[in-house]
């Protein structure tokens, strides 16, 4: 069974910094791009980064360009999202996906809550 | 303000048929597939429909949908309560925005 278990949200202050992961198992990881989604509280769906299968390509978002890195671990099976110089609007649930390019988001995690808040 | 475009709410009666449209531009469901996402209050999103018109395994037939143009549409056959969710297609952007994009979503009530 495919599982994605991301973890790592909290509460944090405008500027700061926060690293969140995402554990995946039931499938070969090193296989498959992957994605992070986000989702404003009460709002609808945000494409935030994606990386290739071997981490040699990476996009993003252009309001999170320069502040997120994605990157991934293909030995422990997890991708993370390190996010500096956080703002308020950053504030979301972020799920990690299973990207499937054009098939599409097939497997989503629970998410995490990220909060930028003074 | 997101770069495809969905009515914010549908509604319809048990057994109707409904249709969601998603509106787009060349760079994107122009020229290329749309998927579409089902997300039941609380829950992460579930794919639903991909490359247009593909059902993932274990979705309904119930679920159909189709692209035109820069347009695309999700119709549900056969509405049930358990279908009251919100919807959001999706489409791969050649543009810098991109590479993916989403539509602002719209919320299916079940009267």
């Known amino acids: 069974e495919v599982q994605l278990v991301e973890s790592g949200g909290g509460l944090v202050q405008p500027g700061g910094s926060l690293r969140l992961s995402c554990a995946a198992s039931?499938?070969?990881?090193?296989?498959?791009?992957m994605s992070w989604v986000r989702q404003a509280p009460g709002k609808g769906l945000e494409w935030v980064a994606n990386i290739k299968q071997d981490g040699s390509e990476k996009y993003y978002v252009d309001s999170v360009k320069g502040r997120f890195t994605i990157s991934r671990d293909n030995a422990k099976n997890s991708l993370y999202l390190q996010m500096n110089s956080l703002r308020a609007e950053d504030t979301a649930v972020y799920y990690c996906a299973r990207d499937r390019r054009v098939r599409g988001f097939d497997y989503w995690g629970q998410g995490t809550l990220v909060t930028v808040s003074s | 303000q997101s770069v495809l475009t969905q009515p914010p709410s549908a509604s319809g009666t048990p057994g109707q048929r409904v249709t969601i449209s998603c509106s787009g531009s060349?760079?994107?469901?122009?020229?290329?597939?749309v998927n579409w996402y089902q997300q039941l209050p609380g829950t992460a999103p579930k794919l639903l429909i991909y490359s247009n018109n593909q059902r993932p395994s274990g979705v309904p037939d119930r679920f159909s949908g189709s692209k035109s143009g820069t347009s695309a549409s999700l119709a549900i056959s056969g509405l049930q309560s358990e279908d009251e969710a919100d919807y959001y297609c999706?489409?791969?952007?050649?543009?810098?925005?991109?590479?993916?994009?989403f539509g602002g979503g719209t919320k299916l009530t079940v009267l």
């Open positions: 999706a489409a791969w952007d050649d543009s810098l925005n991109g590479p993916w994009v």
């Open positions: 039931g499938f070969t990881f090193s296989s498959y791009w």
């Open positions: 060349s760079s994107n469901i122009g020229s290329n597939t």
